[in-house]
């Protein structure tokens, strides 16, 4: 069974940096784009970041500028490095990996907890 671990949350304050990290627990066939989503209280799930197996990347606008997403692809993991953090940034984010052939799945980290506040 696929699992995505993820690592990497806390609680830091507003201008701090955080690293995730999330690494597909066996080898995953068929990998396109990996992710990463965020859910903050009373809100929907959003995409945060997402990079393709080629390494074009795409961010919220709220993030851009901020956040640098990257991925291994030997390894099969991808990181989210979060600066200049905002109380706003405050969610639970999600790692999703995208893979399978002929038909793409998604996959579900467990979720990480990051908490911005002074």
């Known amino acids: 069974q696929v699992q995505l671990v993820e690592s990497g949350g806390g609680l830091v304050q507003p201008g701090g940096s955080l690293r995730l990290s999330c690494a597909v627990s066996?080898?995953?066939?068929?990998?396109?784009?990996m992710g990463w989503y965020r859910r903050a209280p009373g809100s929907q799930r959003e995409l945060v970041a997402a990079?393709?197996?080629?390494?074009?990347?795409n961010y919220a606008d709220s993030v851009k500028g901020r956040f640098t997403i990257s991925r291994d692809n030997a390894q099969n993991t991808v990181s989210l490095q979060m600066t200049s953090l905002k109380p706003e940034d405050t969610a639970v984010y999600y790692c999703?990996?995208?893979?399978?052939?002929?038909?793409?799945?998604?996959?579900w980290g467990q979720g990480t907890q990051v908490a911005v506040s002074s």
């Open positions: 990079i393709t197996s080629g390494g074009a990347t």
């Open positions: 999703n990996v995208k893979a399978g052939w002929p038909v793409l799945q998604d996959y």
């Open positions: 066996r080898r995953m066939f068929g990998v396109s784009a």
